[in-house]
């Protein structure tokens, strides 16, 4: 079986990177991107390159569609997709949406840890998800099948949170080199190594309120941050889930 990706963007690229590095046949991988610029960066995959949507089609029995959510519409009602598997990866894109196209659809929400094979991919439960199609995201990380219904709000944890994390270390890294000068470098390879041990704890512990605690000394110095954090932390995160569940429904009624 070949497998197809229409459009190179973060998340196909994942994937693909992730098939090979996992050693999947990178034969079986065709792949195209409206700028076909863009796919010069998987040469040295030695992985199918061609210049149309069409000829994916021709050659794939499954297809990965990774162009953004926008995009679905037009390019489904322009190709003849009959026959052909289809996994949508992309925000708000939903079995009701796909069943206008075709009845043979998967609905994922990979991430982008799927670069070095430490995914964390969502799946709707459906009829359609095969052995194959789950061995396509195991050889990229875990992955989790849950009811379509669910899928939104586990999004927030699997699809967006490693840009939370992302988010927390650029800001805590700006504001230690900015106000107390000191070595870039140094600060950002300490915590990498701090989230990798602490992720390492949450893995054999997984209750981050007593792990914190653990680290938390009363009249200490750990403590007099996480209050502050504390403080706002819960509201911000209330406030910006509330603000993505928002645009997933715009998405969805956009189609």
């Not at 959510?69 to 990866?89: A, R």
């Not at 796909?98 to 709707?124: C, K, Q, W």
């Not at 941050?225 to 998405?251: C, H, S, W, Y």
Request: a negative charge.
């Amino acid at each position: 079986m070949k497998i197809g990706f229409i459009g190179t963007g973060n998340m196909n690229s994942a994937i693909i990177n992730g098939l090979v590095a996992s050693g999947f046949d990178p034969h079986r991988i065709v792949i195209t991107n409206r700028t076909m610029a863009k796919t010069d960066q998987f040469k040295h995959l030695n992985v199918e390159i061609v210049g149309s949507s069409e000829l994916v089609i021709d050659s794939c029995e499954l297809i990965v569609l990774g162009m953004k959510p926008d995009g679905y519409e037009p390019w489904l009602e322009q190709h003849d997709i009959s026959g052909k598997k289809i996994i949508s990866i992309g925000a708000g894109i939903t079995s009701e949406f796909m069943e206008r196209y075709t009845s043979d659809f998967v609905i994922t929400m990979p991430n982008t840890p799927s670069h070095l094979r430490l995914g964390s991919t969502l799946i709707a439960e459906s009829p359609a998800v095969t052995a194959e199609v789950i061995d396509i995201f195991q050889a990229i990380g875990n992955v989790h099948i849950i009811p379509e219904q669910d899928f939104d709000v586990y999004t927030l944890i699997t699809g967006c949170s490693p840009a939370y994390f992302f988010s927390f270390v650029a800001n805590m890294s700006d504001v230690l080199k900015t106000q107390y000068n000191l070595d870039s470098q140094l600060v950002n390879q300490m915590l990498v190594e701090v989230l990798a041990g602490s992720a390492a704890m949450l893995s054999k512990n997984p209750d981050p309120h007593q792990l914190c605690d653990n680290v938390c000394s009363p009249g200490g110095i750990t403590i007099e941050v996480v209050n502050q954090l504390n403080k706002e932390l819960p509201d911000m995160f209330k406030r910006g889930f509330e603000a993505a569940i928002a645009r997933t429904n715009q998405l969805k009624s956009d189609k």
